[in-house]
């Protein structure tokens, strides 16, 4: 189910990345009722270095410099991903209601 939630947010992630526009030294967020989500990137040619698997289901390169959050609130619950660069590797930390989970 987990695994599930991560690639929907994913392929919403690709989708809003491909329509966005990316201030220098600027966040993007968008927030829509029960739902967020968070680029924060310094540069466009950071951006652009962002990419995916073939077949867009998880991310290959993400730049130090870029953070991503998304979340939601579904039926009482306050699910977080938030994806970050930690020492070359892409980290995922997942919350549920403010405690790590396993996704």
Request: with cysteine; charged share 25%.
């Amino acid at each position: 189910m987990h695994h599930h939630f991560r690639n929907v947010l994913l392929v919403i992630f690709i989708a809003m990345l491909s329509a966005c526009s990316i201030h220098i030294g600027h966040r993007h967020m968008i927030y829509d009722d029960d739902f967020f989500f968070e680029l924060k990137a310094p540069n466009k040619a950071s951006r652009n270095a962002l990419s995916f698997n073939d077949d867009e289901t998880d991310i290959e390169v993400l730049p130090e410099s870029i953070s991503l959050v998304i979340g939601d609130l579904v039926l009482g619950q306050k699910r977080r991903l938030q994806i970050e660069n930690v020492s070359g590797k892409v980290e995922y930390e997942y919350r549920v209601n403010g405690k790590v989970s396993a996704h």
